[in-house]
């Protein structure tokens, strides 16, 4: 059976574009038409870049698999070609999910918050017909760049509260961890619980694989990620990262809030 295309990884991407650059296959990966537009500005991708450079002969001499198709929206496109990764790959970074989309009804959950008064639940049906909810997914509390994402949203609550929006953080902590590192950063944004990974699994941003090149093998763990639902219960934005280094686009997220408003 022919292996399935999976979205290319972000360590992956760095090899295709040197082997762009010099012209040194990268064994067992394949080219696949395009299917999806490219969710990536070319300017930005190091892989867009590296082919634009590339001369059309190497470009030419890179396999195509001419039976390749996926529905899958998270490849890099370049000219008539995209690049996925295709088993066996061996640094696979990436979840074969795809984020849920704009335009979709958001998947309700019932998640745990604790804080000094106890466990709570929080349902995300409760803000509708009330208030627009901002959801942002984070791959692991206690860490540098998560810490940061939170925080900065911390001191942006009072905007957010401006536009009639809830804010929830979610992981895959233990709503008991997230207390403690709430209360050591001084994060007020309310963190639920996503303990078995339910919910990041049912918006389509868990990875397969975190980051085994750094010893983080685990499967489930939030991608960096951020979804708008509105008062309907409708997704209006979404906005889901690879790079678990990659904050969300804050200030298009503010900006569709206020449309919202």
Excluded at 41 to 53: I, R, T
Excluded at 71 to 96: K, V
Excluded at 159 to 180: H, M
Excluded at 198 to 205: F, P
């Amino acid at each position: 059976m022919r292996p399935l295309c999976k979205p290319l990884s972000y360590d992956l991407a760095g090899k295709l574009s040197k082997s762009l650059t010099t012209g040194q296959k990268i064994e067992n990966e394949t080219l696949c038409r395009p299917f999806d537009v490219d969710p990536w500005p070319g300017e930005k991708s190091p892989v867009a870049k590296a082919a634009s450079q590339a001369t059309p002969e190497l470009l030419a001499s890179f396999p195509i698999d001419p039976d390749c198709r996926s529905s899958y929206s998270q490849f890099f496109y370049l000219g008539d070609n995209i690049f996925p990764t295709r088993e066996p790959a061996a640094d696979m970074l990436h979840s074969s999910n795809m984020a849920l989309a704009i335009g979709t009804k958001a998947p309700d959950f019932s998640l745990s918050r604790k804080t000094a008064d106890g466990i709570k639940i929080v349902k995300l049906s409760d803000n509708f017909g009330e208030k627009n909810t901002l959801l942002l997914f984070f791959p692991m509390a206690f860490t540098g760049v998560c810490t940061a994402e939170m925080c900065e949203t911390t001191a942006a609550l009072e905007a957010y509260n401006g536009l009639n929006a809830q804010v929830y953080g979610i992981s895959g902590d233990s709503p008991f961890s997230l207390e403690v590192w709430a209360e050591k950063e001084k994060i007020t944004v309310p963190l639920l619980s996503d303990y078995d990974h339910v919910v990041t699994k049912k918006y389509g941003v868990a990875y397969d694989s975190f980051a085994p090149d750094r010893g983080l093998p685990m499967g489930g763990v939030p991608k960096r990620s951020a979804f708008i639902i509105d008062r309907s219960g409708v997704i209006q934005y979404a906005e889901s990262s690879d790079n678990p280094k990659q904050l969300p686009n804050f200030d298009a997220i503010k900006a569709k809030l206020n449309e919202l408003v």
